[in-house]
Each structure stands twice: as C-alpha cells, then as structure tokens.
C-alpha cells in the first residue's frame, strides 16, 4: 500500500455518497466501468470542434476526462465528472502520469463550484515566491509535492504513536498555557485578562510537566507535543514545532535509547518501506575530536586527523603550542582531489576558518614527485623532512588531495575544521544514505553566562555523570552528563538525558550554575515541590518531527512539511498574524502600547 492509500484509509475507502473513485486510481480493471469523479480542473485543452480534454485533479492523481467543448470550465473549478473509463487511442498514452494510458469518456460534468484563476500554477515545478506561496497556502497545499509531504508526515505520526503505545507509553496532553520551562530559550508569553499584568508561557517543550507526571506514578508518558520557542528562524527552526515527547520511571540512558530506537526505525520504515540498521553510538568527545561536530554527519569521511604527533617538539612556530592554551592540538583534514583549488578559494577557506576564531588555516596541496609525493605550501619550506612524511602519513593523502590544519584550542580546532568539513563535502540533508547516530556523554555545561556561571548544555535537571558528580564544585567544565543527542544526516534530531530525582544532586547542580535557592523556588518551585513527594528515577527524550518529516521527504527546509509556517520574519501572510489588537481588547486585557517612537529627524 503507498503512503498515500494507508492515510487515505486504503484502497476502497475511497466511496462516498459524492463520489464511486479517485482519480488517480483508476486503473486498467476500472475499463468500460462507469466513475463519478470529483476534483479540481488541473487542466483543459480544447480537442477538436466539439470536445475538450480535461485533466481532473484529486489528493490521488490525475485522469484525463473527455468532455463537451461547450462546458464552461476554467481551471480550478471544483467538478463532478461521470463517465465511462476507457483505453486511450493508440499513441496518445502519457507515460508521466500514473493514468496515462487510460481516459474516461463521454462525460457528463456537474460544477460545484467556480474558481478565480489561481495565484500560481498547481504544479511542482512551478516556481514561485515564498511570500505568495504562504499568503495562497490552500493553493500551494494543492501542489502533489505538498500533498506528497504532508500525507509522510501524517504516516510518521502514526507510525510513531503506535510504536510508543506498543512499548506502553501513555498519551498525555499537557498544557500550552503554562509557566516558564528550562530549555534557556526566549519564551512566548500570553496576557492573562483574569489577571491583568500577569502572563502565562507558552512551553518551549513539556519538560516540567513530563517530570511532574513520572512523579504522578504515570510511569511511560509520551505526546506529540507542539513547541514554542521566540527565537530568529532557519531552515530547520520554526516558532513552534512539534515533537514527540516522552519520558519513563525506573530506567536507564540504555532504556531510553532503546526505546527512541525502535519507536525512529518504526517511523524510518513506515516512511522508506526500508528499516535501517542499528543505530550506532559515539560520545560527545569522539564526535568533536572525529567530525569536529555535536552532530556529526556520518554520510561522509573527511574526519578529522590528529597531527599532534608529526609536530611534538616542532620548530614551527604555527604548530607549537601557544601560552596559556588548556588543550593544544594540531588537527587536520584531507580533502579529496582538493589540489586543484584556486589561491583564492583557498584564501577563502583561511578567512573562513578566522571569522570562526581560529588563528590561522595552514593548507598542504599534495603533489606528485619523483619519489611519490611532496608539498606544496607557503609552510613549506619550514617543515623537516619527518613532519613532511608525518603529515602525508597520518593523513593518507596523496597526490591531487589537499590538507588543511589548524594548530589551536583542541576544541576550537575542531571546531573550525568540522565547519570546514561540511563546507567542503556536504550534501543535501534528504540525501541518502540515512546515517543515524546517538551522541552520548554530553559536557554537563557549554561555556560561561554573562555573570561568569556555567550554562547548562541540556537544561538544569540533568543528571551528570556519575564518576564525574564531585568535578561540580572542582572543575564543572569536565563534568559530562548523562544526556544524549539523536543525530541524523549532520540534522540534531533530538535530545534527553537521565534527570536528577535526588534533591542533593540538583543542590548541587543549581550551586555549580549559580542558582540561588530563592532563585530555584521561584524559578521551578512546583517541580522542585513535588519531588519532596517522592520522585522515582526518570529519564526522557524529545525529537523534532518536523527535521525528521524533512529529511524523509527530501525538503531542505521543515517549512515544507509544516502546513502552515512562518516566513524566515515570523510573519504569517495568509492571516497576516501578528497584528495590533483592537483598542477595546487591549484595554480588557490591561495592556497599553505606547505610540510607536519618532523616527531619526
Ligand atoms: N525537553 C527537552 C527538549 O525539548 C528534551 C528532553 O530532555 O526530554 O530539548
């Protein structure tokens, strides 16, 4: 059954009191039966004196129906068409549409409604400005390629529910009117008019309240949640998302892979037709020291070489290790058939790898020579003999290849080489092969705030590592912690970690982050509360459907499988949403907007 035919309901369903077919299905068993078809004129071309071909349009396809030249129809005009299917001549069939040998005859059409002439052609290879394809939405919601993504989301949806319930997760929905949530991003808020100058937060996830329901005993929730978060929008950030939610009492980072395992191969398979293999597993350090990269993408090799060992004791001032450095390294990678690239291409990559931090970009184009292979670099000429065998050896690099390094902060330099990496041999997201990965043994903290304290990687309620939790208060910064990252295709999938259930470990993760216990109270008082009830050990993880859909439908952008996003500014040009409330409804709600300020001059 295809994508389409298991959301339609399955082949059959299609009857109604309107209609006997679809008409995309009508198929060489459909010849000489008589069809009421419904749909949308896709097409009309006038045949002869008398007759007219139109192509009529359903979410199925499209059938060719012969009709009285003298109907009045326009494309975009809803019909009912009965008639009887029948063979094309001989000739006239079209390989490009799944009906194409096929016509249906003498037909009598019904119009059910009119339709002005639309914004843009309802075709995918018609190209068209994101702005009007958001305002005329329902049209380009029309278009097979629209069609296409939503119905593989709605198949990933049910997919994901049954895989869940199987594994005796419980649906819970829980509330979008809420309190502020950790995830650390900028919140949405809702005035309240019962309240006037208080606000609710819309959930950046259902973090607090997933937690409050494993204290309820509710054992393995789960939801497909929608997300809401004010932050500047990408290709693969909307305002709000959904993802699917969970979380589980009485069990270990292992369970929870598990279980967003087997729920993501369901999903994989229901969408592809084909299950991909296990799903392996790095830790954060090998994914940074490896793919320069949180979320490595696997599709590809380039990784990164560690050339620490060519340059120990150096003369080279570029690759000695600076003061003050905590973790010097000198890392490189080696691009295949990158020998050709231009100075100015190269001197491209090195500004590239400046704006990123980096003091320097040394590149190596590796060239033939009598004895195999040499050199060629303005670093050339201070190399010994060894560090020249050293870096063609450790790199494996050859002839018409060429080597970029970086010599700096071990983090930095990967950093800056797997940006490199991706710049120079990624491909598109939706691509294939599917390279999962779980990314495990997160930092417990990502550099400093402005005040100086640690900022969680993950949020403050995640458990670290358990040989690391007396490094809280000595050096936080080598805490790892319990939380792990489902990547796929270089895309973050998702993210969760094992939480703290024990208030003398979270006393101590607010102490390391700086969070006063009036700050705590105030901040996830009720959380924090309800723990003193009794709270069972619990993990949990979410991942973006949305990034998933995508990828699995080829889109580049989540937009395409959302049915009705944001523009890049979080504009909405159907609706026009955001707009100004109405004086009176402002003044229920307590609100006053002061007059916009006077421009310059
Ligand atoms: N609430 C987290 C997030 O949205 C996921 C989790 O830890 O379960 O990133």
């Known amino acids: 059954m295809s994508t389409s035919e298991r959301v339609a309901g399955g082949a059959g369903t299609e009857v109604t009191s309107m209609r006997s077919h679809l008409c995309g299905r009508i198929t060489d068993a459909d010849v ?14 006038e045949h ?26 326009r494309s975009e005009y809803v019909v009912a ?48 400005d994101e702005g009007v394809r958001l305002k005329y939405r329902f049209v380009d919601l029309r278009r097979p390629r629209m069609q296409a993504n939503l119905r593989m989301r709605a198949v990933v949806n049910a ?17 979008l009117l809420w309190a502020p949530t950790p995830e650390g991003a ?43 978060r004010d932050e500047d929008l990408r290709a693969d950030r909307q305002f709000e998302f959904t993802q699917l939610d969970m979380e589980a009492s009485f069990v270990t980072q292992d369970d929870v892979l598990g279980f967003v395992t087997e729920t993501v191969l369901d999903a994989a398979e229901a969408a592809t037709g084909v299950r991909p293999g296990p799903i392996e597993r790095l830790t954060w350090a090998d994914a940074m020291d490896r793919y320069g990269s949180d979320k490595p993408d696997l599709r590809f090799g380039m990784e990164l070489i560690d050339l620490g060992p060519v340059f120990t004791g150096t003369g ?51 060239t033939a020579t009598e004895g195999g292979a040499g050199l060629e670099s303005p670093l050339d000429r201070f190399l010994s003999d060894d560090e020249r065998a050293g870096i063609l050896a450790a790199t494996g690099a050859g002839p018409g290849d060429l080597v970029l390094a970086v010599s700096d902060e071990h983090r930095l330099a990967c950093t800056v080489l797997g940006q490199l990496r991706l710049a120079l041999g990624s491909r598109p997201v939706g691509e294939g092969p599917f390279r999962y990965a779980w990314v495990v043994e997160f930092p ?29 208060s000595s050096d936080p910064a080598a805490v790892r912690s319990q939380a792990y990252d489902l990547v796929l295709n270089g895309w973050e999938l998702g993210s969760g970690s094992v939480r703290i259930h024990r208030a003398d470990i979270q006393r101590r993760v607010f102490d390391a982050l700086g969070i006063s216990e009036a ?83």
């Open 32 to 45: 000489g039966v008589v069809v009421r078809l419904c749909g949308w004129v896709a097409r009309r071309r």
């Open 159 to 175: 997919a994901l529910r049954e895989a869940m319930t199987r594994q005796g997760f419980c649906e819970v929905e829980t509330p």
């Open 316 to 366: 080279v001032r570029a690759f000695a290790p600076p003061e003050g450095v905590r973790r010097h390294a000198v890392k490189a990678i080696c691009v295949p058939d990158g020998g050709s690239m231009t100075r100015s291409r190269l001197d491209g990559l090195v500004d590239r790898a400046r704006a990123q931090g980096a003091k320097g970009l040394a590149w190596f184009k590796v």
């Open 444 to 472: 417990m903290f990502d550099g400093v705030d402005a005040a100086g304290n640690p900022v969680p990687a993950h949020h403050p309620f995640t458990m670290p590592h358990p040989d690391d939790v007396d490094l809280l």
């Open 186 to 228: 900028r919140e949405f808020a809702v005035p309240s008019r019962l309240h006037p100058g208080s606000f609710y937060v819309l959930p950046q996830s259902p973090q607090l309240a997933k937690q409050l329901l494993m204290v309820s005993g509710l054992d393995r929730y789960f939801q497909i949640a929608r997300c809401l």
């Open 519 to 601: 700050e705590a109270e105030s901040r996830f008082g009720f959380l924090l509360g309800a723990f003193r009830y009794g709270a069972p050990p619990h993990a949990g993880f979410a991942f973006g459907i949305d990034r998933l859909v995508a990828i699995f439908c080829g889109e580049e952008n989540i937009r395409e499988v959302i049915a009705f996003p944001k523009t890049q500014s979080g504009a909405d040009p159907l609706t026009g949403a955001p707009k100004p409330l109405a004086p009176a409804a402002l003044a229920d709600l307590g609100i006053r907007v002061p007059p916009p300020a006077p421009g310059p001059g």
């Open 48 to 73: 002869g004196e008398h007759l007219a071909f139109v192509d009529l349009r359903d979410f199925s396809g499209v059938v060719q129906c012969v009709v009285d030249g003298a109907a009045d129809l």
């Open 81 to 128: 068409v009965t008639g009887t299917v029948r063979h094309r001549p001989e000739g006239m069939a079209n390989p490009a549409l799944a009906t194409g040998r096929l016509e249906v005859g003498d037909c009598a059409v019904e119009i059910l409604a009119v339709a002005e002439p639309p914004p843009f052609g309802v075709e995918d290879r018609v190209e068209v």
